[in-house]
């Protein structure tokens, strides 16, 4: 939990509060496993700018993760914006995008973890061309084609593909 009185930020117009702390998400499990090693660092402030409230701010981690095609493990850093409008009440309910505080003692952490783990990629890959192991005899072809390359047809590739995207 990390609790922003907000309070002073509502009622006056100029003013700001940082908001800077850690986050254990060691016990989110993702990609199959638990990434989080260290904890996440957010940083950043509550605003309050022509009387619009705002969060802005910045969560900074790193995640040990095994990549989806070639199973190859990887750490990699992540630095996601936060940012959001806080307003006490709504007057138009349509509205998603305006975060409604039930309290000027506000607890930030729910949000910022929702954030975080709506950040997170759908596929993990060790780099964005990553081409995967050989299907037939498991080598790794990041490391250089293998002997089976000779009746390789690249079509097997887009239909590989295809049901990739499907997941
Ligand atoms: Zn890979
Ligand atoms: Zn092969």
């Known amino acids: 939990m990390f609790f922003i009185e907000l309070e002073p930020v509502f009622n006056n117009e100029g003013f700001s509060r940082s908001v800077d702390f850690t986050l254990d998400m060691s016990d989110c499990y993702f990609n199959g496993g638990f990434p989080f090693k260290d904890s996440v660092r957010i940083s950043g402030e509550v605003k309050n700018s022509t009387d619009i409230v705002s969060l802005v701010a910045s969560a900074d981690f790193t995640l040990n993760l ?16 936060l940012e959001h409008v806080l307003v006490t009440e709504l007057n138009d309910d349509d509205n998603d ?23 997170l990629p759908m596929k993990v890959l060790c780099r964005e061309d990553c081409v995967g192991i050989c299907h037939r005899c498991g080598k790794d072809l990041n490391d250089g084609p293998c002997d089976c390359g000779r009746e390789y047809d690249p079509r097997w590739d887009a239909l590989q593909q295809l049901l990739e995207d499907d997941r």
């Not at 750490?75 to 996601?80: A, G, K, L, M, N």
């Not at 409604?100 to 949000?111: A, Q, T």
């Open 97 to 119: 995008d305006f975060i409604v505080i039930d309290s000027f003692h506000y607890d930030v952490e729910p949000l910022v973890r929702e954030d975080i783990l709506l950040s």
């Open 66 to 81: 095994t990549c989806d095609r070639c199973a190859a493990d990887f750490s990699r850093t992540f630095s996601i914006p």
